[in-house]
Every structure is written in structure tokens, then in C-alpha cells.
């Protein structure tokens, strides 16, 4: 392998790893060799996803339980993995919920619920890692955005709210600790196919919609995302800070616009 894009022996910390896309990015960097810690609402839950991850790993992964919800957990999870550890050296920030419904029906709970999760649950796990990681002088840091960082899509207003802040999260964190040694990148997934996404595509309308907009004529799997993480987390990137890289296949490249290919003026 290039020593280039290695992440051998790397600590690494990935928060909602227990499924989609934040199991697949845990399992990238499992297969390459490096030390994974995932996190999940329960014990039970990241145990189990770990243990999934651990045939063919040079070192065995770990589950921790984290609500990032709430910081008492937060605070718990960095002081146990630095004490047992000593250092992370790239945090993935992946922990995430949406519920769907028109912005006039989001009750407060709805938006709590999300918000929460997707914007305050990462901005104190990047703080508490980034923390050690300034102290250290070194450090890379990765967040999850959405294709709603670029634009909303309809009536998922509030995760599209927390996934535009989550991009300036990202671009402040990287101007204030880039002197301090630390990297601050973001992820942006297009339209990917888990487990939690597959009945929504299998709608007809959903599905050719879907098509007719990613220029790849495909929509993306949790794999898709892991060359990114891995890139960013690896001697490769040592130079990108404060970026969100759009993993979408193409779909904000511009728009499908349904105009005859030829003979239209």
C-alpha cells in the first residue's frame, strides 16, 4: 500500500458507526489496518457492529455507547478513549436523524430531536476531541454534511437547517485550529441506499427522480463514501482544511434540465 493514503495503526473515532454509512466508514478503515473505536445510542448495539468488523482486522474494534444528545456522554466517551488510548487521531462525526414532514407540521420535539443529534451531539464531540488534538498539535477531523448543505430539499427542513451549520461548523473549526495543527474537512453524501433510505426509494417516482438528477445514473451505497474518509484522514490531505467534498455522483454539479438534446433552440 502507498504510505501516502495509509492509515495504519491511526486511532480513529466514528460516532453513529453502528450502521449505513458510519458502519462502512469504520469498516474502511478497519480493513486498512487501523484502530477503530465506533459508537452507537447502546452498548449492546456498538458492541455488536464491532464485533461484525473484526474478522480480518489487524486490531480488533471497539463499541462504545455514546448519546451524543447529551454531553455528560460526550464528556465520558473523550475522557475513557484518551485515557485508554492516549490520543484520537482523526474523529468522524457521522451520528445523525432526520424526520420527514413539512415544515408547518415539525412539532418542537421534531426539531430537538434533530437538531440535537446532528448539530449540538457533533459540535461537542468535535470540541472535546479537538481539545486534545490542539493540545497535541496535530489531528484531522471529519464531519458529515448532506446534500442539504448545498440546498434544501423539501420538508426535511430542520436536518437540512443542521446540515448547512455542520459546513460552517466545519470552515470555523478549520480556521481556529488549523494553526494548532488540527484539519477540519467535511463529507457530503449524495443519495445513498441504507437500510433507512431503502423504502423511500423504492417509490417509482422517488427512484427515477433520483436517476434523472445524478449524472452517474446511480444511486450511491455506504461504501461509496469510505475513499473519501479514508483520503482525509490519510498524509494525502495533509494540506486540506476547512473543505466539504460532495460524494453525490454528480448531482450538484448542475441541474438535469429536461430539454430535447437536439432540435431545441
Known amino acids: ?6 492509515v495504519a495503526d491511526q486511532i480513529i473515532l466514528v460516532s453513529g458507526g453502528t450502521r449505513g454509512i458510519g458502519f462502512a466508514i469504520a469498516a474502511g478503515f478497519a480493513q486498512r489496518d487501523a ?4 459508537t452507537g445510542r447502546t452498548q449492546s448495539a456498538a458492541e455488536e457492529s464491532a464485533s461484525k468488523l473484526a474478522a480480518g482486522a489487524k ?4 463499541g462504545l455507547a455514546c448519546d451524543v444528545t447529551k454531553t455528560a456522554h460526550i ?10 488510548c492516549g490520543q484520537v487521531d482523526a474523529l468522524v462525526n457521522v451520528a445523525g436523524v432526520n424526520r ?4 408547518l407540521a415539525v412539532s418542537e420535539d421534531d ?3 434533530i437538531l440535537n443529534t446532528n448539530l449540538k451531539g457533533a459540535f461537542f464531540l468535535a470540541q472535546e476531541i479537538g481539545r486534545s488534538m490542539c493540545e497535541r498539535g496535530r489531528g484531522c477531523q471529519i464531519n458529515v454534511a448532506s446534500l442539504n448543505t448545498d440546498r434544501p430539499l423539501k420538508n426535511v427542513l430542520p436536518y437540512a437547517m443542521s446540515k448547512a451549520a455542520i459546513a460552517h461548523m466545519t470552515r470555523g473549526m478549520a480556521v481556529e485550529w488549523g494553526p494548532r495543527g488540527v484539519r477540519v474537512n467535511g463529507i457530503a453524501p449524495g443519495f445513498i441506499l441504507t437500510d433507512l433510505t431503502r423504502k423511500l426509494w423504492s417509490d417509482p417516482t422517488m427512484h427515477d427522480w433520483g436517476l434523472a438528477n445524478t449524472p452517474l445514473r446511480r ?13 482525509l484522514a490519510s498524509p ?3 494540506f486540506i482544511t476547512g473543505q466539504t467534498l460532495y460524494i453525490d455522483g454528480g448531482f450538484t454539479a448542475g441541474w438535469a434540465w429536461p430539454i430535447p438534446e437536439s432540435g431545441g433552440q
Open 111 to 113: 426539531y430537538d430531536f
Open 100 to 103: 420527514r414532514k413539512p415544515s
Open 1 to 6: 500500500m502507498d504510505s501516502l493514503f495509509s
Open 236 to 238: 494525502a490531505a495533509a
Open 75 to 84: 464528556k465520558e466517551l473523550a475522557c475513557r478513549v484518551l485515557a485508554e
Open 219 to 231: 444511486l450511491g451505497l455506504p461504501d461509496d463514501i469510505v475513499g473519501a474518509a479514508i483520503f
Open 35 to 38: 484502530r477503530v473505536i465506533l
Open 59 to 62: 486490531h480488533a474494534p471497539r
